[in-house]
């Protein structure tokens, strides 16, 4: 089941059609109801979620209470949860940053957020680049590059992710603009970070199937990105495979092929570790597993590393379970979910939803996981 985060900022672009610039803001949002201006951005929203219909059955709504998305979700007749309540009958960038928060906290597979550049800094503050998020064009201002170019493409591309098909995740600036100098004819931006938006559209294709040099190429490039992001101190279990082979290559270490390696700080620990061996260092170590799609059926769990037994898992989390894989391997499921198989139904179902896979040099995709 795909879990989709959803926030709506019923107040985003309150202020535009009444000239005002803008809706950041108690007075402004006075103001513009002042002017008889109305709520758009729950119907923004509505045009998202109508691409989503033909497949409710694959999505899970976890959202926010009332008008932040309880009342919209349930008369479009979603499976929906609903998180947390609103303090007061007019949302505030709190409740923002609230909502977002429980969402990091029921990791979700991504966000999808209607509002404009006040909502996305919000949120951004919160989630930074530990989740995948996507905007709905809902507000005045619209500087920031983690946006649909339209509410329906925004429902395009979570129904693509919720169908598996390959989506690529890229980091896109925040950046919001001063209000005040804006309404006197004055575009002063700010950066306030960077937050991973899914890409819609055509992949470039930089392997060729079949094609050996080049795979090497794509593999070397896999594990550069994985060496440079290991942290100090983290406890590295090194999966079976070719593929997790040339992250031991790209550090000078000794591989076992058809084992399971620990590595702590760029450093061989021990070869060929058992389950106990991880269980011990788990209860030592931050651990985190990097593994690869193993066989043509889309197995990471349950197939040549059965060392990451089910207690291990669980020890584990789902956040600190890495995938890499080439996207020639990817395209050749042909859709297909990748499969977990600890032999824990319950645990099984926690893996569930959609994952991200490193494809390459800072090159990361979602793709589904399923039972």
Do not use: W
């Not at 980091?171 to 700010?190: C, G, L, T, W, Y």
């Amino acid at each position: 089941m795909f879990t989709l985060g959803l926030i709506i900022n019923p107040l985003a672009g309150i202020g535009g059609s009444v000239g005002l610039k803008g809706s950041d803001g108690a007075e402004i949002v006075k103001e513009a109801f002042s002017r008889g201006a109305t709520c758009k951005s729950s119907e923004r929203t509505r045009l998202a979620l109508n691409v989503l219909t033909a497949i409710k059955d694959q999505i899970k709504i976890i959202t926010c209470p009332q008008a932040m998305g309880e009342n919209l979700v349930a008369e479009m007749g979603f499976d929906h949860q609903v998180l947390g309540r609103i303090a007061t009958n007019e949302t505030t960038a709190n409740d923002t940053c609230i909502a977002a928060q429980q969402l990091l906290d029921q990791k979700v597979d991504i966000i999808l957020f209607a509002g404009g550049d006040g909502t996305a800094r919000d949120i951004c503050s919160v989630v930074a680049d530990n989740i995948p998020v996507l905007g709905i064009p809902a507000g005045v201002k619209i500087h920031s590059a983690v946006y649909a170019v339209t509410p329906k493409a925004a429902g395009e591309v979570i129904a693509q992710l919720a169908s598996g098909d390959l989506i690529d995740v890229k980091s896109h600036d925040v950046r919001d603009i001063d209000e005040d100098a804006f309404r006197n004819n004055i575009v002063q931006a700010k950066l306030y970070g960077e937050m991973r938006v899914p890409q819609a559209g055509q992949f470039v294709q930089s392997v060729k199937q079949g094609g050996i040099e080049i795979e090497e190429l794509v593999l070397q490039d896999i594990a550069a990105d994985i060496v440079q992001n290991m942290e100090d101190d983290v406890l590295y279990l090194i999966g079976s495979g070719k593929t997790t082979q040339a992250i031991m290559d790209e550090l000078g270490l000794d591989n076992t092929l058809l084992g399971i390696d620990a590595v702590l700080n760029q450093a061989l620990l021990q070869s060929d570790v058992s389950e106990l061996d991880i269980l011990t260092y788990v209860d030592q170590y931050a651990c985190k597993a990097v593994i690869s799609i193993i066989g043509g059926q889309g197995h990471i769990i349950g197939r040549g590393n059965q060392q990451l037994s089910a207690e291990v898992l669980k020890k584990l989390g789902k956040e600190n379970i890495q995938v890499i894989s080439t996207k020639a391997k990817i395209r050749a499921l042909e859709g297909r979910p990748l499969i977990v198989d600890s032999g824990d139904n319950e645990l099984d179902e926690h893996f569930s939803g959609a994952i991200e896979v490193t494809t390459g040099f800072q090159d990361q995709i979602i793709y589904p996981v399923g039972l």
